[in-house]
Structure formats: C-alpha cells, structure tokens
C-alpha cells in the first residue's frame, strides 16, 4: 500500500456507507468526512464522520489535498448521472474503487466515480467509463464497454464486444450475448438474457428478453 489520499464522500445514505467500507479496507484512501446537498442535509454526523454541506466543501477540505467519491444510488439512474455531473464542477480529484479481489486485466480502461466490486471479472480490453458500477460477481467480456453512469449488478454477464449504452442497469444474474448493442437507459429486469439488440429507454426482460415498456420521461426508476 503507498501513501494515504484523504477521500470525501459524496452522499450519506446506507450505500455511501457501504462505499466507505469498501475504500478504508481495502485501498490506500481514508474517508474523512461526507457531503450532501444542503437542501438535503439531515444530519451532522455519519459512522463518526462529519456531515458537511456540498457547499461548504471546497472550504474545509481543500482539492489539493481531498479526492472526492460520488456515492449516489441508482434508485433513479438519471438522479444517479445528474449529482456526478454536479460534482464535477467542484474540481476534486475523483477516486475508483477496484476491489483486490475483483480480476481486472491490465488491458482494461476504467474511468473516474466507478465501483468493481469483489468477484467482479473484466476480461482483456473492456471499457468501463465514468460513474459505472460492476458489482460482485459480475463478468464483462473481452473488449465489451459499459458506457457512462451505467449498473452492472451482482452476478450479470456481458458477453464479449457487447456494449451497454450510457444510463443503463443490468439486473442481477442477467445476461447480454456476445456482439449486442444494449442502447441508452436500458433496464434489462433480472434474471433475463438479451440475444438482440435493444432501442433505447426501455425496459426489457424474461429470455429471451422482450421490450416491456418505455420509460422515456422518467428513465430508469427502481420503485422497490
Ligand atoms: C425490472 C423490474 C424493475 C421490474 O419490476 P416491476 O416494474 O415491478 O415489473 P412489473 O411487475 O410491472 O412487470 C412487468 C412485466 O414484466 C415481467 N417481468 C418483470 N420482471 C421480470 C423479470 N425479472 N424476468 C422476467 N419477466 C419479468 C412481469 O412478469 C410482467 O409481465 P406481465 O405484464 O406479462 O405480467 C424488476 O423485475 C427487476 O428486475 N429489478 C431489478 C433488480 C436488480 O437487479 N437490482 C440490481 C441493483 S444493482
């Protein structure tokens, strides 16, 4: 392990909890403290970290010195894109979590505000861009890219040279063949397995995984 970086949290949900853990037990980062929004400032403290307010960031903990995380759930994907893009104004170095325990060959390019979890393998020449989480156990293919603010949950399977358009989330234990192209805000329901290529903004699922519905306005919102 080399030097300790000091690390902000962006976000003080559960799963901004669950990111700490993750980076204090295994990298070199230590998290010092967590923002939010003030709008949505609730609380002064978090796992015996000070709660601070997004704006007031830049004052105490200075990006010289600071690395910033955006720890935002995808409940709602666009919410997910919006607070990175928000983020990125403050000018913070941002950190990637690549588990020791994932497989990642050195092929592999990998962005900033991205997540690989434990389990996770990302075979020769995959693309992971910014703001992606490849959670435990999932496998993206050789050469396969996941575009930008994109889930690829826990046990999913993207075949080789497949890519997964921006905005999209990838259930648990689904899989994509080998050469498809999964268009922008795709929801591919768990469980399925997609052997086309699929539009854009929709929901599809079963297997093989049918169009279900659109969800264009909203993107894509897990209700429950
Ligand atoms: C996609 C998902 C959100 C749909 O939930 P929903 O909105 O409650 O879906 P609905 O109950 O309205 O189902 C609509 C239709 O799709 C079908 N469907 C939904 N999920 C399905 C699945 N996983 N596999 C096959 N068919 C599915 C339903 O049977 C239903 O078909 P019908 O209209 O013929 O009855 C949910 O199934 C799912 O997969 N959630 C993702 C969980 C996950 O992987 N989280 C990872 C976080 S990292």
Excluded: W
């Amino acid at each position: 392990m080399g030097t300790t970086v000091k690390l902000i949290i962006y976000g003080d949900s559960t799963f901004a909890e669950l990111v700490k853990h993750y980076f204090e037990t295994d990298s070199n980062y230590r998290v010092v403290a967590f923002c939010v929004d003030r709008a949505y400032k609730t609380k002064d403290e978090l796992c015996g970290l000070r709660v601070v307010a997004l704006e007031d960031a830049l004052s105490r903990y200075s990006p010289e010195e600071h690395h910033i995380f955006a720890a935002i759930g995808y409940k709602s994907v666009r919410v997910h894109k919006a607070l990175f893009e928000k983020m990125l104004h403050l000018h913070y170095p941002i950190a990637s979590y690549i588990s020791s325990k994932a497989i990642v060959d050195a092929s592999c390019q990998i962005g900033v505000n991205c997540l690989v979890l434990p389990g996770a393998i990302l075979e020769p020449h995959v693309r992971v861009e910014d703001n992606c989480f490849v959670n435990s156990g999932a496998i993206v293919c050789h050469h396969a890219t996941v575009e930008a603010h994109s889930i690829v949950a826990a046990g999913s399977l993207i075949g080789g040279y497949s890519v997964v358009g921006e905005s999209s989330l990838i259930g648990f234990q689904a899989s994509v063949a080998e050469l498809r192209r999964v268009g922008k805000e795709t929801l591919l329901a768990a469980g399925s397995v997609l052997l086309e290529d699929t539009g854009e903004c929709a929901m599809y699922a079963g297997a093989p995984a049918r169009m279900i519905r659109s969800h264009a306005e909203t993107g894509i919102v897990l209700a429950k």
